[in-house]
């Protein structure tokens, strides 16, 4: 059921595109249009597919998820965030905001778009929107970051959501809209004390998959058996996945090492990577979607938090694993099968290592090479362990 009420500058429509009754303003000028952009939202939440919307449209669904309480999903942003020309005055951190997600390096960086996002929320949500980019200096970024801590982010995090923060004044710069980075003069925080060392035995594994909602198994699944990083198993498109030849080939835009990657894939994944692309939409490109009550959407960091909490809690994990440590648990599960640190580098992508000159302008593995190691892959090396 929906309401619809006439205000002065345009409608206020009531309803429920994601399963919780949300108010929205709708400026337009008659009901037929707040009908048809009713359903036009609702179409689209159902769908998760949110390009085909007017802007109008899109407004009104970005605020149908931030009413509701869920992420707003990155497409939905992404389209929302258009060029936009800086009006004479200040820059305030929302325009300096759009101008950066809209900048062509950064939205062509698809490994990190999601991650700039869910920093980006909670830098504005401290500093404000209207705040004026000018006024943002070394005590806003130190207060920033201390407030992250003490919400109970990692230094880690903290860190990388500072980078976002130097890389949206960089951008600026390049723009020549700022003078200078503050957050160059602040220091990064220590990483030493929250260094860890996590194995994930196969029985646990096996059985974290099982606690997990249908649509987080697949990703965490296929994290574990490839040794991908979690961002690149979020976004990874149908079309990238190539069972027959048992191989997923990843472009320079969806990984860090800005270079091709194959990634071979484990039998046991086969029937994993089969289900979801049969069950995916052949018009939905990403594998990876939730479909719930609420409807269809993008998976997120922000959304997994919930189901991998008490996934954990229901097998009295302490600490707490992350989803990234099946990532570190595939590197011992390499080397303890014999597989040659630089077919399981290869596989992986250290983006920090040094390549050699014959690695770094050679061309990519054969796939024999790599199926034949993926083949000797084996789970099963010792007991969990989270230090």
């Known amino acids: ?46 769908s998760g597919l949110f390009s085909r919307l007017s802007s109008l449209e899109k407004d009104v669904a970005q605020s149908s998820f931030e009413k509701s ?14 060029p936009q020309i800086v009006e004479p005055g200040p820059l305030t951190l929302w325009q300096a905001v759009e101008l950066f997600l809209n900048y062509s390096t950064i939205r062509e960086d698809e490994s990190n778009r ?23 200096w070394v005590p806003e970024v130190r207060a920033y970051m201390e407030y992250r801590k003490t919400s109970g982010a990692a230094n880690t995090t903290v860190n990388r959501e500072k980078s976002t923060m130097s890389k949206l004044f960089t951008v600026l710069q390049e723009l020549r809209l700022v003078d200078q980075n503050p957050c160059r003069l602040v220091k ?14 196969y029985t646990d594994a096996l059985e974290l998959f099982r606690h997990l909602p249908d ?56 029937p994993v990577l089969e289900s979801c ?15 719930d009550l609420h409807g269809v959407r993008p998976p997120s960091d922000e959304s997994m938090k919930n189901p991998w909490r008490k996934a954990c809690s229901a097998m009295e994990l302490h600490p707490r694993p992350r989803l990234t440590d099946f990532r570190h648990t595939w590197r011992r599960n390499a080397a303890r099968s014999g597989i040659p640190d630089r077919i399981a580098e290869e596989i992986m992508g250290h983006w ?21 190691a993926i083949d000797h892959l084996t789970f099963d090396h010792g007991k969990t362990h989270i230090w």
């Not at 692309?277 to 479909?291: G, K, M, Q, S, Y």
């Open 215 to 270: 649509w987080l198994r697949p990703i965490a699944q296929t994290v574990y058996y490839t040794g991908m990083r979690v961002g690149e198993a979020f976004g990874l498109q149908r079309s990238r996945v190539d069972l027959d030849r048992r191989m997923i080939f990843l472009g320079p835009n969806k990984v860090k090492e800005d270079d091709r990657k194959k990634v071979p894939i484990h039998w046991e994944l086969v």
């Open 352 to 372: 920090t290592a040094e390549k050699p000159v014959n690695r770094r302008y050679g061309s990519l593995m054969e796939d024999d090479e790599l199926l034949e």
């Open 1 to 46: 059921m929906s309401a619809i009420e006439k205000q002065k500058t345009g409608f206020s429509l009531r309803f429920r595109p994601l399963g919780k009754q949300v108010r929205v303003h709708v400026p337009v000028e008659t009901e037929e249009q707040v009908v048809k952009t009713r359903e036009a939202v609702e179409m689209a939440c159902r």
């Open 114 to 136: 999601d991650r700039h996002i869910y920093a980006l929320k909670h830098i504005v949500r401290f500093l404000g929107r209207q705040t004026v980019v000018e006024e943002i």
């Open 188 to 201: 990064r925080l220590s990483t030493k004390a929250s260094e860890r060392k996590v194995y994930l035995s």
């Open 69 to 82: 309480g869920f992420a707003v999903p990155a497409d939905l942003i992404n389209e929302r965030f258009q």
């Open 277 to 291: 692309l049969t069950a995916t939409p052949r018009f939905e490109d990403r594998l990876f979607v939730i479909r």
